[in-house]
């Protein structure tokens, strides 16, 4: 296990922004009063996530929005006078490794809050533990509507859209489309996802609202190729064989990367309409390969979310790292300023005083103020959609989206009622 606080080397004085950034972190705190710990010392928080393999990049960036905030709120004299330390550990995206690695921080670093990871199936093996030792546990990138549904715990909480929200705002963009013309029904759809809940549950999620939005369709391909799987060419093969018009690809991370460019040689892009999760780790990586006029969905894409807060995150990111944030980094930055939220105002680090102070809370954050719904602990947020730009952005040297393309699908529309998510809850 390894000890970040932090390990890459930090610029702290390189812009104004950053303080602004900082400054939005602390308000999000709030004020407290009696019922304070004492002051002095430190405390500690965990992330066990995924740092190796195809997929480490989301981790990698997750931990560092996490450590990002930590630095943050340590350079304004912490949480309750105490100073903040993290812990961090590679879960291999292996739910009993992730398990082992969160009981250890429990047990061994006494950590107050866990957060990630990036596998839905690591992150349910965390919840129970979290659950089980009353640890607060925030999800800032595994999403899978099980964890706050049949596995819900009230330390568990979401700061991410579910895996029902994400694929209705993609089927809710696909229907606009196809009313204005731009794409012709019936849809010839294939799917394509790692064959484990997450790629499960949103390819259902996503055909579930073609058809509550009566966008017409015939499935002619399915392909599960298991997630960081080194070989896709039977898969690749089989869909591009059955001539889907629009394809919905729930792979991310290097997975996706792979896809794009295996697929490229055979004018996949085309001829069929792609679906998929290409935000700013995988439209940097694909450079000019990046699919022009494909349609991106994404979490939080910080530059298409016209918040300051979120600005000035991107440029202090920007002057730490030297690389544009993905949505991994903004949603788990905001995922400590939720648990900080919770602390300031319970005026403790008692795990089950902080889960009832965030539990229906509307919190300040650097993506602007999110309600933590108290039914689920759900974050009451949109889902972003838009379309592959064909050149790069001035700003990034790599595409991003086409200006003016993105759409944010609100919550009301793509999240499911409190009655629903109680029905699932045991």
Request: aromatic share 10%; proline share 6%.
């Amino acid at each position: 296990m390894s000890h970040c606080q932090p390990v890459r080397p930090r610029h702290w004085a390189l812009a104004t922004l950053a303080a602004a950034a900082a400054c939005t972190l602390i308000a999000a705190c709030g004020n407290s009063s009696a019922g304070s710990a004492s002051s002095g010392g430190t405390v500690t928080v965990g992330e066990s996530t995924t740092l190796s393999g195809s997929i480490a990049e989301l981790g990698e960036s997750g931990l560092q929005g996490v450590e990002l905030a930590v630095a943050d709120l340590n350079s304004h004299g912490g949480l309750l006078g105490k100073k903040i330390k993290v812990v961090s550990a590679d879960d291999a995206a292996t739910p009993a490794t992730g398990a082992a690695n969160a009981k250890n921080m429990i047990l061994q670093d006494h950590v107050v809050a866990l957060f990630g990871p990036v596998s839905s199936a690591v992150a349910a093996a965390e919840e129970q533990l979290a659950g089980q030792y009353k640890v607060p546990i925030f999800f800032h990138t595994s999403n899978d509507i099980s964890l706050m549904g049949a596995n819900f715990n009230p330390y568990a909480f979401q700061v991410v859209p579910n895996t029902d929200m994400e694929p209705r705002a993609a089927a809710l963009y696909l229907d606009s489309e196809v009313k204005a013309g731009k794409i012709k029904t019936p849809l010839a759809l294939g799917t394509f996802a790692p064959n484990y809940s997450f790629g499960q549950d949103s390819v259902a999620g996503f055909i579930q609202a073609l058809k509550y939005y009566n966008v017409p369709f015939k499935i002619v391909s399915q392909q599960w190729p298991s997630l960081e799987a080194t070989n896709i060419s039977p898969n690749l093969s089989a869909l591009i064989a059955a001539k889907p018009s629009v394809v919905y690809n729930a792979q991310f991370g290097g997975d996706l990367v792979t896809f794009v460019k295996q697929a490229t040689p055979f004018g996949f892009f085309k001829k069929t309409t792609m679906l998929s999760m290409l935000n700013t780790a995988e439209l940097a990586a694909l450079g000019s390969q990046a699919p022009a006029g494909s349609i991106a969905y994404d979490r939080a894409p910080w530059f298409a979310m016209n918040e300051p807060g979120v600005t000035a995150f991107a440029s202090e990111y920007h002057a730490t790292y030297h690389q544009w944030p993905d949505t991994w980094a903004v949603l788990a930055y905001t995922s400590v300023q939720v648990w900080a939220y919770g602390v300031k105002h319970a005026g403790t680090f008692d795990a089950g005083k902080v889960s009832a102070a965030i539990a229906g809370a509307a919190i300040p954050t650097i993506r602007g103020t999110i309600t933590i719904r108290a039914c689920d602990h759900q974050a009451e947020i949109p889902e972003y959609v838009g379309t592959v730009a064909s050149s790069p952005s001035s700003q990034t040297g790599f595409p991003l989206w086409t200006p003016g393309s993105a759409f944010a699908a609100p919550f009301s529309k793509i999240g499911l009622s409190c009655a629903q998510m109680k029905a699932m809850q045991k």
